[in-house]
């Protein structure tokens, strides 16, 4: 399977707790972005990199939150002391160069997380 | 603000049903229009996309027209099928290569044979 993958696809954790989330993306994708999905809710933008590179965070993103992809390929996003209104689906996508880039965004399966 | 609002659901309807989904868009400029569709226990994928006023989107039988006078881009589909059940959410991009996508807050499509 060459598609975005996200790993764990499940995490229940205590308030209070770090976690972190990985994201594998297709491999000839320079792009790689994080969304979050409530319940309910269509997913909001997070942030992007394009290669290593943190090109664009959003105001979501608080000082809890904090993503890399240290070496262009594989990116982790990290939730220290998680809150209970972190619960949700994280969801990381990936997409070519814009030369090549159809508009098209490619999502993994996504990381659901639960904070008790 | 960029803004995407769909109509809500759930919608049940029975095979060969004819769908329509509303989408109507608050944005600056000209943004891109997507349907994105995830499946049971599956990723987002891109259903149809239109980058331009009059542009028409097509897939699976799908299809969608990027309607600028009524800020619109309706999803339509003459005869749905069991295997059409998903949801399905409409969203738009205004930056050029970025996508970074707004979305709205999708709608529950169920088809009952």
């Known amino acids: 399977d060459t598609g975005v993958s996200q790993n764990p696809r499940h995490k229940i954790t205590k308030r209070g707790q770090n976690v972190t989330f990985r994201c594998d993306p297709i491999?000839?994708?320079?792009?790689l972005y994080w969304y979050r999905q409530t319940l309910g809710q269509g997913p909001e933008f997070l942030t992007y990199?394009?290669?290593?590179?943190?090109?664009?965070k959003s105001r979501l993103l608080s000082d809890r939150f904090s993503a890399e992809r240290p070496k262009g390929s594989f990116s982790t996003l990290e939730i220290q002391r998680t809150e209970q209104g972190d619960s949700a689906m994280y969801l990381c996508?990936?997409?070519?160069?814009?030369?090549?880039?159809?508009?098209?965004?490619?999502f993994g399966e996504g990381s659901r997380l639960t904070v008790l | 603000g960029n803004s995407v609002t769909q109509m809500e659901g759930p919608v049940t309807l029975s095979e060969e049903a004819f769908l329509t989904i509303n989408c109507t868009y608050t944005?600056?400029?000209?943004?891109?229009l997507f349907w994105y569709v995830q499946y049971p226990g599956e990723g987002l994928q891109l259903l149809l996309k239109?980058?331009?006023?009059?542009d028409k989107g097509s897939n699976k039988g799908f299809e969608a027209t990027y309607r600028k006078e009524t800020t619109s881009f309706h999803l339509e589909k003459g005869s749905v099928q069991v295997s059409d059940s998903a949801v399905y959410f409409c969203?738009?991009?205004?930056?050029?290569?970025?996508?970074?996508?707004?979305f709205g807050q999708g709608t529950r499509l169920t088809i009952n044979p």
């Open positions: 491999s000839e994708h320079n792009r």
């Open positions: 944005a600056t400029g000209y943004p891109s």
């Open positions: 990199f394009q290669n290593e590179a943190q090109l664009e």
């Open positions: 996508a990936s997409s070519p160069d814009s030369r090549f880039n159809t508009g098209e965004l490619f």
């Open positions: 239109a980058t331009k006023a009059d």
């Open positions: 969203a738009l991009s205004r930056d050029q290569g970025a996508q970074k996508l707004v």
